[in-house]
């Protein structure tokens, strides 16, 4: 089966770092990404993880594990505008993306 | 076009009709995809094109689900008798990999009500 799960809402203070976690047990795997959705907007892409490892883009980073299925998204120096839906997806080769239910991250002041 | 094209953004119809959701994918992009979005809730699978063929339906909900995408490039998703908890945002996405991998670029997305 597919599963994925991530916590369903956190709360942050502007400048701080967040991490979110996302689990996963999928019948394939060949990549995990994360997405940005901000409220009533398409998701929009922000990582990619492959190999095992810390992947950093500017004030966001992302780690995978393969052998725990497990991997966190980073957000530092958070900013209002980050707060958003912070989707985990697997990409089940050759089949489909399998996405997260999402982590509402509230941002505030 | 630049990017991802949905139509319509916003349908009302009522319970029992019958609907169709258009996407226009970028250019050269391969993988096509549908997914539905419930209020506060991750993006639910549909299918999954590559070329014109299904390479996976296994998330049409039942029958009254169908996807087509003759040409290999724009997608039709169709829905008959409609029901009133098929309310959601469509959401389509494409991908210049193959075997379904590389990122997915998604549109706008359609948002369906069934009154």
């Known amino acids: 089966g597919q599963n994925i799960d991530q916590p369903t809402e956190m709360t942050a203070t502007e400048g701080a770092i967040v991490q979110i976690n996302c689990t996963y047990q999928t019948s394939g795997f060949n990549g995990l990404f994360w997405y940005q959705q901000h409220a009533g907007e398409a998701p929009t892409f922000l990582s990619y993880?492959?190999?095992?490892g810390l992947e950093e883009k500017g004030r966001f980073s992302s780690f995978l594990s393969r052998s725990k299925g497990y991997s966190y998204l980073l957000l530092k120096e958070l900013q209002m505008k980050d707060s958003a839906s912070y989707l985990c997806a697997v990409d089940n080769y050759g089949q489909n993306f399998v996405f997260g239910p999402g982590t509402r991250l509230s941002v505030l002041p | 076009g630049a990017g991802v094209s949905q139509t319509p953004s916003n349908k009302v119809t009522e319970k029992g009709k019958y609907v169709e959701l258009r996407c226009d994918p970028i250019s050269g992009h391969t993988a096509l995809y549908w997914y539905r979005q419930s209020l506060g809730q991750g993006p639910e699978f549909l299918i999954y094109?590559?070329?014109?063929?299904?390479?996976?339906d296994s998330g049409l909900p039942n029958d009254r689900f169908f996807a087509v995408r003759p040409e290999g490039s724009v997608s039709t998703l169709k829905i008959q008798r409609t029901e009133r908890g098929d309310s959601a945002v469509y959401l389509c996405?494409?991908?210049?990999?193959?075997?379904?991998?590389?990122?997915?670029?998604f549109g706008e997305g359609s948002r369906l009500t069934v009154l």
């Open positions: 094109f590559q070329g014109t063929g299904a390479a996976d």
């Open positions: 993880n492959v190999l095992d």
């Open positions: 996405a494409s991908s210049s990999g193959t075997a379904g991998t590389g990122e997915l670029f």
